[in-house]
């Protein structure tokens, strides 16, 4: 078996939908192995619009097969919207689409306590979508919660429910002094989501056996970005579990990977993007920072709510590709840069008098640290019709070179609009 691990290298909403879009006509199966419905692919096929937060992306094409990873953390109503809209396209997700049995379940307490949460921190909340994923993440880690197993055995699914509900009630009334949930209402809701559930759960591992077996292909999808990772983004403005492409082994069940062939992609934009609170040195609060939104359309997937956006962080990158063990780069977007007369990328940071050629694990330094700015000549051209690595501009490819030259891994694949078709393999 060959795999590709794909993972965003930046803050998450890199384009990794696209590229896994593309990449999965040549695969046998698609697996995505953590996060939650707090992140969206977009894919765009023709002119219609497909935005999948739990579902993996290869879901759109016909004869591949998609697994739900036992890292992942399942909401199953937002999982039966995105089964809706497949549906209702005509595209058949029966005996192609499976739920691990390990995959832990998110329910309504879930999102009510995140929200809670949030919203007690003030000035200094994370910036989470409240989508329930650090509290279902949090009942993983307190061995109290519900996998998917459990949520279709009903007399283990009542007693778990019943005894976090004590819990639950308690924080919601005594500490964030909010009402209380109705145990039989979320009982009720609980046995609601295993009917949704059942027709998808089933043992992956020896799934993904039988694949090796036969050599097949398979794509393994993350969410998010390393740069969110829970150990090694930037803490404690992180998701809760980890993007990076180490958490491929323990939230898909393939094991430490030791046969056939493994290409680890890592995908940034042109630039760089960031929804939520946390550090972000090459943020830009002005005009070029909201013309990179606009042309990008910098939007979440999942909230609507506006990116912020700056110049490409070569230091932050760099770390990501470390941490991930990259070996091959997708840049996307790149065809927002059209236009620019000059593009800056950082190269370096300045914090207190020194030079730091490394992201710091400090969260002060990594907000009150300068950039070092390499200013590369912009290119005049429409790059969204380019279709070989040779089409693009001169200063283009100039970009892209010292890109790969900064961080000693050659560039695969360049984006140059959302379609299927503006790909470029180099």
Known sequence: MSVSIVVGAQWGDEGKGKIIDVLSENASAVLRYQGGANAGHTVYIGEQKYVLHLIPSGILRPDVVCFIGDGVVLDPIAYQEELDVLHKAGIRTEGRLWVSPRTHIILPYHKRLDMCAEKRKGKKKIGTTGRGIGPAYMDKYSRMGLRAIDLLNEPIRRE???????MKNFLLTSYYEETPLDPEDILQQAAACADILKPYV???????????AKGRHLLI????GAML??????????TSSHPVAGGTFTGSGLGVYS??????????????T??????FPTELDDETGRMLRDRGNEYGATTGRPRRCGWLDLVALKYSCLVNGLTHLAITKLDVLDGFDTLNVAVAYQYKGRRLDFFPADLQAQEEVTPVYKSFKGWQKDTSTCREYDDLPDAA?????????????????????????QIIFV
Not at 202 to 212: K, Y
Not at 274 to 279: A, F, I, K, S, T
Request: aromatic share 10%; charged share 25%; net charge negative.
């Open 160 to 166: 778990r429910i019943l005894q976090n509900l004590e």
């Open 202 to 212: 089933r043992e992956t591992i020896p799934d993904l056996a039988e694949m090796n």
């Open 221 to 224: 999808e993350g969410a998010q």
């Open 229 to 238: 990772d829970i150990d090694y983004g930037s803490y404690p403005y992180v």
């Open 259 to 272: 046969g056939g062939d493994m290409r680890l992609l890592g995908v940034a934009k042109a630039y760089l």
């Open 274 to 279: 960031r929804v939520g609170n946390g550090p």
């Open 397 to 421: 490819r100039a970009y892209l070179a010292y890109i790969a030259e900064f961080l000693g891994i050659p560039v695969h694949i360049v984006s140059t609009g959302q379609r299927r078709d």
